[in-house]
């Protein structure tokens, strides 16, 4: 294959960079050693709160706000070429103040209206300990199902997906990246190249000598059956903890942050630590079924996350941390555009 495009990595930025480039006309082939999304993408919750996660940074939170404003195009335009429903609607978040402290630091924000802990209560009943919160909109999705999506959206018109062995280095050339080494030795070739490679970005000696690192970390969710007369609507987000509820009842209950290497296996006292979380956020939840734990890596990087140039005819996007879902439209965009500026 020709391709105008070579994409390594098959997560949620990989896709959602491959899929904006084939709109744009390019001939795109991704790779990745495992399947779509198996590395992070399907196993994050799908909030999308650019105002919550960037509440520390504000070029991060304007980032975040551009791709919020991106998704409902974004999703509708795949569901409209692959008939598969992302699962984005529109929902209101509770940022909830455990602390009198985190309740000083809330009045002031200035995304949603703050009410007192009295007012929320009338509103939700449930709720733990509790200083008050901030409501605002927000909206969520279906990682596994936006990911679904993108595969077969790609695949449908025209693009290649190879999996199952992995990219192992890069074949220099006299301008820029000549050709992708691959595990066995053989080779791919295109015109340009995009590395998204996630929590793994620092494996690869090429970007390594780049300063194109990442590092993994852990993040455990467990899956709840919500078994009340009115199921949860909204996300409830507390301190170190959130409830994300999804359709058929489920519920989301995240994330932990731990640093074990590339350990992907949930632990039970990461999911005790959820538990616990749940009980003093929302007790109201502790009547919720458990169905299932599962967990994935997070790419962090330190400064947040890099989309840039790296070479001649490569660009790398990598280091989304915790927001690889929600920022996936914008990084669409940025790429495509630093794509178009190699020519």
């Known amino acids: 294959m020709n391709a105008d495009l070579v994409v390594v990595g098959a997560g949620v930025i990989g896709l959602s960079c491959a899929w904006q480039a084939q709109q744009q006309g390019m001939q795109v082939l991704v790779l990745d050693g495992r399947g779509p999304g198996e ?17 520390h940074d ?39 103040a455990q602390s009198t402290e985190r309740a000083e ?26 200083e008050g919160a901030r409501i605002g909109d927000a909206a969520q999705l279906e990682p596994r199902q936006l990911i679904a999506a993108l595969s077969v959206g790609l695949r449908g018109r025209g693009a290649e997906i190879e999996t199952g062995l992995a990219v192992a ?9 000549d050709a992708l080494v691959m595990a066995d030795g053989s080779l791919r070739r295109g015109r340009r190249y995009l590395f ?12 390594a000598e780049r300063g194109v690192s990442t590092e993994p970390v852990r ?22 903890i959130y409830l994300a509820p999804k359709g058929a009842r489920r519920v989301y209950l995240g994330a932990t942050e731990e640093r074990v290497g590339f350990d992907e296996r949930p ?13 003093r956020l929302y007790p109201g939840g502790m009547r919720f079924a458990v169905r299932e734990s599962w967990a994935g890596l997070r790419p962090y990087r330190a400064g947040g996350a890099m989309i840039g140039r790296i070479d001649e005819n ?30």
């Not at 993408?41 to 509440?55: F, I, Q, T, Y």
């Not at 455990?220 to 170190?240: A, H, N, S, Y």
Request: proline share 4%.
């Open 39 to 55: 590395g992070t993408s399907r196993r994050a919750a799908g909030m999308l709160l650019p105002d919550v996660e960037g509440e």
């Open 219 to 240: 993040g455990q969710i467990v899956t709840l059956e919500d078994t009340g007369d009115e199921p949860l609507r909204d996300i409830i987000f507390g301190q170190g």
């Open 58 to 96: 504000a070029e991060e939170r304007a980032f975040g706000r551009r791709s919020y404003e991106l998704y409902p195009s974004f999703t509708s335009g795949l569901e409209a070429a692959t008939g598969i429903d992302t699962g984005f609607r529109r929902c209101s978040c509770y940022l909830v």
């Open 267 to 279: 632990a039970a006292d990461g999911t005790l630590h959820l538990l616990e979380g749940l009980r």
């Open 196 to 207: 998204a490679t996630g929590a793994w970005a620092g494996e690869m000696p090429y970007l």
């Open 314 to 343: 490569a660009v790398a996007a990598v280091g989304h941390h915790r927001n690889g879902i929600l920022l996936a439209p914008a990084t669409a965009e940025r790429v495509t555009a630093l794509i178009a500026e190699i020519g």
């Open 105 to 130: 630091v809330l009045r002031r924000m200035e995304w949603g209206v703050w009410l007192g802990a009295p007012e929320i209560r009338q509103r939700m009943a449930g709720f733990g300990e509790m």
């Open 169 to 177: 280095d890069v074949q220099a050339g006299s301008d820029g990246v």
